[in-house]
């Protein structure tokens, strides 16, 4: 056979093993893409359908499964709510406050020099300085009469040396009883100390336009009246210093006020209950004091 067709022959064969390998390497790309999507789509044919809306799916054990539980409604807003405005600050002039605090100083250093079983209190409030003295301290038990000894000369004292010192000064007296005797009693016995005290100050050479008195019988207790120890706090005499025309007008006390009295014992009747009810005439000799 001729040396050219023996040479043909092999690169026929060997173009025919080229071309084999070729598409035996196409096939296997094309197998390696094709595979993964083939597994994706038997697992989703294999996978559970959803249950229809509205019925329970069934376990494959055939156990009952409890219905599955609605959801909780959403928690409703908090309804917004606004504070309380503050009360409005009572505006002192400057010249009161100065005033007021030489009150409190000279009354403060004259204090010290008294034996602190009296109970004699200072307190301070935006627009005056009220000085509280216990009622056995100026009287006697159940009476109108003061003390006579030294210890209630020097107390008494106090409210006449401030306003003497301290010209632009006025005071105000109110006495306050316990609740044993009844209302009209205890309003009596209070106005008539008032006036004790008033006509005490006014003989010291203070003029009456600086001064007031009144009776505020068992109303406004600051203790509760079912002790002794309170009952004895709530008998007591408060000498309230204020700025020369910016007192409250306070309804005098006396004979000459006699009906300003009973107007003032009808518009403080509903605070009674809260100083507690009174007791019978009876049973006044119980009173541990003035």
């Known amino acids: ?23 035996a390497l196409g ?16 697992e989703a044919a294999q996978a559970p359908l959803p249950p229809a809306s509205g019925s ?21 807003p908090p309804v917004a709510t606004t504070p309380p405005a503050p009360a409005a600050a ?16 000279l009354l403060h250093a004259q204090l010290a020099h008294l034996p602190p079983e009296d109970g004699i209190e200072l307190l301070r409030e935006s627009e005056s300085v009220i000085l509280r003295v216990p009622a056995r301290v100026l009287f006697r038990p ?34 306050y009883t316990d609740n044993i005797g009844g209302m009209a009693l205890n309003l009596t016995l209070s106005e008539q100390r008032a006036q004790v005290l008033l006509a005490v100050l006014r003989r010291a050479g203070i003029s009456a336009q600086r001064l007031q008195a009144q009776g505020d019988g068992l109303t406004a207790a ?9 009952r004895m706090r709530n008998r007591r ?17 006396g004979p000459s006020g006699a009906a300003s009295t009973s107007a003032r ?26």
């Open 1 to 23: 056979m001729p040396a050219f067709v023996t040479s043909w022959r092999c690169r026929r064969r060997v173009r025919a093993v080229h071309l084999a390998t070729v598409g």
């Open 237 to 253: 005499v408060e000498f309230v210093f204020e700025r020369a025309g910016t007192r409250r007008p306070a309804a005098s006390a």
């Open 222 to 230: 600051i203790s509760s009246n079912d002790t002794p120890e309170g």
């Open 90 to 105: 009572v505006h002192v002039p400057l010249a009161v406050r100065r005033e007021l605090n030489r009150a409190q100083s």
């Open 56 to 76: 329970a799916a069934a376990p494959a054990n055939g156990s009952a499964v409890p219905p599955a539980s609605a959801p909780s409604p959403a928690p409703a």
């Open 27 to 42: 096939l296997l790309l094309l197998a390696g893409a094709w595979l993964p999507s083939l597994g994706q789509a038997q």
């Open 142 to 175: 159940d009476s109108k009469s003061l003390q006579t000894d030294a210890a209630t000369q020097r107390v008494l004292a106090l409210p006449e040396r401030l306003l003497r010192r301290r010209h632009r000064l006025s005071a105000r007296i109110e006495v």
């Open 265 to 290: 014992a009808a518009s403080t009747s509903a605070r009674v209950a809260a100083a507690g009810a009174p007791l019978r005439p009876a049973q006044a000799a119980a009173r541990a004091g003035a």
